[in-house]
């Protein structure tokens, strides 16, 4: 199989969307927000078979991983109801769309994080996801307030009843922000790649995996800027008198290959042990358009994988077997679909 680690509902229904505009605008005039609005099975196709389920076929992909739109999980937006509400509407439908297409999608879920509130209200909803809705995964925002970074770094305690909760149901977290409202960041030009780097330093410096072992961390985007100053990191934990990084931090921590040229994911993949490397692509995300030097998308990462001419058993675990290893759930799916009759 080859599965995508990292795609998004960005193509969701225009109802889905409409809502969440009323739902915002109630909040600023103190009113109640209207309904939800019926949306309907073939809406759902509709927003899929002309996009993500397209490019799939068109690109060789069996599966995605899938979850709501990431720039508009919004936790900087209103208060905790405002956010739990979102979050719970977003999640359902990605389970109506693993649903219909149950060997297309596997459900991953946002959580209803509200900046200033503990992660810990955040368990409600991620186990509702997972053993309710079958999800196989979340994805953890670092800075909720939208650029201010607010929050205690990753490794502070203040998170642990979250990962404690990861743990028990053993569910991998993809570290993403959102939208930002800090006008010195762009959204997926700099905040994410940002978020993603701070991240990785926040893991370097400290011993989290230490006291969680089994807690496992996808930093997208190839990583942010992490591979390509590895040795800026090795030597800073050295300095920083840390252990090595592969004894430290990438026995817990993966990157993805939302990498978008040719030169980028040759250098991730000269740095980044294969068994820390998940496919991934984002397609129809952040970068959308077809790059005039090759004329293909630049979001058509399998492209740039294939001409690695990677060896069978470094191939099987990218496209793959990291995959089904990191999302335990995901595998078990996989596992119970293979043998049954």
């Not at 680690?5 to 209207?34: D, I, K, N, S, V």
């Not at 977003?90 to 509130?117: K, T």
């Not at 810990?120 to 650029?147: H, I, K, M, Q, Y």
Request: proline share 7%; glycine share 8%.
């Amino acid at each position: 199989m080859i599965i995508d680690c990292h795609g998004h509902y960005t193509t969701a229904p225009a109802a889905h969307t409409a809502w969440r505009e009323r739902q915002q605008a109630a909040f600023r005039a103190g009113e109640r927000p209207p309904p939800y609005p019926k949306i309907s099975d073939d809406e759902i196709r509709e927003s899929l078979e002309t996009s993500q389920l397209r490019l799939m076929a068109e690109r060789g992909v069996d599966l995605t991983v899938f979850s709501p739109r990431a720039s508009a999980m919004g936790h900087h937006f209103g208060d905790e109801a405002t956010s739990s509400a979102w979050a719970a509407a977003c999640n359902d439908l990605i389970a109506r769309v693993a649903g219909l297409y149950p060997d297309r999608f596997a459900g991953v879920c946002q959580l209803p994080q509200s900046a200033g509130v503990p992660i810990g209200n955040s368990v409600a909803e991620l186990r509702r996801c997972v053993t309710e809705l079958g999800f196989v995964g979340c994805n953890l925002n670092p800075d909720p307030s939208g650029g201010d970074w607010t929050s205690p770094p990753l490794t502070d305690p203040a998170w642990y009843p979250f990962y404690e909760a990861m743990v028990e149901l053993d569910v991998p977290a993809m570290v993403h922000v959102s939208a930002v409202t800090n006008a010195s960041f762009h959204a997926t030009g700099s905040h994410y790649l940002n978020a993603d780097t701070t991240a990785f330093m926040q893991f370097l410096q400290s011993d989290l995996f230490t006291r969680f072992p089994g807690l496992r961390m996808i930093i997208p985007h190839g990583g942010g800027a992490v591979p390509y100053h590895w040795g800026r990191f090795r030597g800073l934990a050295d300095m920083l008198g840390r252990p090595p990084l592969d004894e430290s931090v990438m026995t817990n921590v993966f990157f993805d290959t939302c990498v978008y040229h040719q030169a980028g994911i040759t250098l991730l993949f000269d740095v980044i042990d294969t068994g820390n490397i998940l496919f991934g692509s984002e397609m129809v995300g952040a970068v959308r358009g077809i790059d005039p030097r090759t004329g293909h998308h630049f979001d058509d990462t399998r492209r740039y994988v294939d001409a690695l001419g990677l060896a069978a058993e470094d191939r099987a675990k990218v496209y793959e077997g990291n995959a089904r290893r990191v999302f335990p759930r995901l595998d078990a799916a996989l596992t119970r679909r293979q043998v049954s009759p």
